[in-house]
């Protein structure tokens, strides 16, 4: 990784740049006129960029950059203000105050639309293995307005942890969180998530581990949460009951720890 801002970058860009590469010990760039084909080909390994309105990261391997876009996000917040339907929200049991443990952040869409549903009373903090997405996308949730006040306030009350799932589940007080999620990678590749392709070549493909659904149930207070390709072989191995949905590749499934939950 290094570090760099776009060509037009104002002062406290290249403070922020130079404070990154300080954080994460990795070169600082100056960007001066070279084309982002330019720095990836005379480098040959991925570029964070500061710019004026947004931090993206770019893969020699990727054609487009990963960045902070809460546009799945807005759209399933709009439908949710109409008295919509969403499939997470129904798995999940979301409802005003919870908490929330989502341990694998990526884009942040599921943690936006548990932070939008659980309100201001409510909790989310969303794990990220990979550091550089991790910051990306807090900077976005923390600056990115959609001109909604409390779609926008949601994704500010969003905690950020860079960490290792398994790790962080190990340091929690058992029934601490009222609701614990995973989605991990898929194992195939499912046409419905294109704009997640940037991502890929980022994001940490760790399968889900006996341990982290152990820790999970022990975490959560009201249920785990899986979602997975509607065939994956996760959902029996560790326990998960899977709810099908016509004509869907994707499923949610659950392990309720309360009895009577369903
Ligand atoms: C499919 S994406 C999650 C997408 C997310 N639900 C959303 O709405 O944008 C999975 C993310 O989990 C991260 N991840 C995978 N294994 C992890 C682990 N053990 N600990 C923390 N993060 C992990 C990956 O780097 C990736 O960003």
Redesign the pocket.
Known sequence: MIITTSKQAKGNKVQRAQYLADKWEVPFVIRKKASMKALLREWNQPVYVVENDTEKIYHPDEEHPFYFHPSMAWLRAKRLLNNERDTFVEAAGLQEGMSVL??????????IIASFSAGEKGKVTA????RY?AEAVTWGLKEWKSGNESFDEACQRINVVV????TFLQKQQSDSFDIVYF????HETIDASTH?HP?KK?????DLTAE?VEEGKRVAKERVVL?DEVHSPRFHLHGFTPRKRKSSKIAFGTIEKKEGNT
């Open positions: 989502d341990c694998t952040m990526g884009l942040a869409s599921d943690s794990l990220e293995g990979n997405m960490s290792d799932h398994v989605d991990p990678m898929f997640l991502l980022l994001a940490w493909y760790n982290a979602k």
